[in-house]
């Protein structure tokens, strides 16, 4: 038994040395040299999602640019804010804060196609206050006012 191991294995290791050998001696090299090419555009796309404990009866919402809003009802005493930020080549104006009671947030971009897009879920009995002007807003009836 122990013959037909040795046997097999140099069996085994003989052809991939002849294998190896004769695919190098083909010339079967990749090439070096790169291709013509060009960019022709380039898009990011990040997801943020934060969890807050809140207390106050009503959220602030101040926002400015290529912003939309989407308010859905959430866990009881947390604020869950997701940013679904997206945009092209170029430079882009992000800010976002919070502060137990107001969110501000500013999405300016010198290309079209990008934005930012704000799910807010706020537990029941939250009212959302906004005092800038989305982009689009989303708001189940009676939780949205503007001031």
Do not use: H
Not at 59 to 74: F, H, L, M
Not at 110 to 126: D, F, W
Request: net charge neutral; glycine share 12%.
């Amino acid at each position: 038994m122990r013959r037909l191991w040795l046997i097999g294995g140099g069996a085994f290791a003989f052809i991939s040395i002849v294998g190896m050998g004769m695919g190098f001696g083909f010339g079967v090299d990749p090439p070096d040299e790169a291709a013509d090419t060009s960019l022709v555009s380039t898009t990011t796309k990040e997801i943020t999602q934060s969890v807050y404990r809140i207390t106050t009866p009503e959220v602030y919402v101040d926002v400015a640019g290529e912003v939309d809003i989407r308010v859905v009802p959430g866990q009881s005493s947390n604020l869950t804010i997701r940013r679904e930020s997206t945009w092209a080549e170029g430079s882009r104006e992000q800010s976002e804060s919070w502060n137990g009671r107001w969110l501000r947030a500013t999405f300016v971009c010198a290309t079209k196609g990008c934005g930012a897009s704000y799910t807010l879920a706020v537990p029941n009995g939250t009212r959302v206050l906004l005092t800038g002007r989305p982009r689009t807003l989303t708001c189940p009836r009676g939780m949205c006012d503007g001031i």
